[in-house]
C-alpha cells in the first residue's frame, strides 16, 4: 500500500477512535455529493492510522446530499426530512467503504436503519468484534431515530464502542470565540471544558452530543480534516487541535 501522507510517527495516543465526518467535508471542491479524490485522501488518513494499530469507526454526515433540518425549516414534516437524511448517511458510508477498500482495508458498514441488502444491522457486539479483529466500522442511519442528529449519533456510538476519544474532523483547526471565516481576529481554543463548551454556546457539537460525552468522560477533539496528514498528526500529539474534556475535579461518570 503506498502512503501519501507526510504525518510524523510515533506511538498513537488513543488506542481506539471514532472519527466523525461531516457530509461536506466530502464534497471537496465540489458543491454537492462525494468527490472521490477527497474520500480517497480521507481513506489514506484512515489507512495510516489502522497500519499504526489504532481501532478505527467512522460517522459520516449526509449534508453533501440531503440536510433533514434545512429541509424541516422549509416546511417539510421533521421526522421525514430526517429519516431522509438518515438515508443520504448510508450512501456516504457506502462511498467510504468503497474508498476504504481500495486502500486494502477491511470494513463493515452496519445501519441503524435495517437494509440487509446493503448494510449489516448495528449491534452492537457484533460492532465491538469487527473492532477487534482490526476491520473500519461505518456506521450508518444515524441513531436510527429523528430528531437526533449525526454528533448524537457518533457520541452515542463512541460511548457504546468504548473509544478513547471522538475525533471530530471539522473545516477549522480546532475551535475557535468567532468564526474564523469571518472574524480574522478569532482566537483557537487548546482545550475547553465540556461546561464551557455548552455555556458560551459554541456550537462544536450539539448539546446533547457534548453532555453525552461529559458523562462518559471521552474527549472530544476538534480538528482540520482538510489536510492531508491532518489525522496522523493529531494521533501522535502535535496536530493543531482543540481537546474537549472534563477539568480536574469534574470526572464524568466514567
Known sequence: MSREADAPRGEPRFKRVLLKISGEALMGDKAYGIDLETADRIALEVADAVNRGVEMCLVIGGGNIFRGLSAAAKGMERASADYMGMLATVMNALGM????????????????????????????????????????????????????????????????????????????????????????????????????????????????????????????????????????????????CTIIKNMPGEGGSK
Open 97 to 240: 467503504q468503497n474508498a476504504l477498500e481500495n486502500r486494502d482495508l477491511e470494513t463493515r458498514v452496519l445501519s441503524a436503519i435495517p437494509m440487509d441488502t446493503i448494510a449489516e444491522p448495528y449491534i452492537r457486539r457484533r460492532a465491538m468484534r469487527h473492532m477487534e479483529k482490526g476491520r473500519v466500522v461505518i456506521f450508518a442511519g444515524g441513531t436510527g431515530n429523528p430528531f437526533f442528529t449525526t454528533d448524537t449519533a457518533a457520541a452515542l456510538r463512541a460511548a457504546e464502542m468504548g473509544c478513547d476519544a471522538l475525533l471530530k474532523g471539522t473545516q477549522v483547526d480546532g475551535v475557535y470565540d468567532a468564526d474564523p471565516k469571518t472574524s480574522p481576529d478569532a482566537v483557537r481554543f487548546d482545550e475547553l471544558d465540556y461546561l464551557e463548551v455548552l455555556s458560551r454556546d459554541l456550537r462544536v457539537m450539539d448539546a446533547s452530543a457534548v453532555s453525552l460525552m461529559r458523562e462518559n468522560d471521552i474527549p472530544i477533539v476538534v480538528f482540520s480534516i482538510r489536510d492531508r496528514g491532518c489525522l496522523s498528526r493529531v494521533l501522535s500529539g502535535q496536530g493543531a
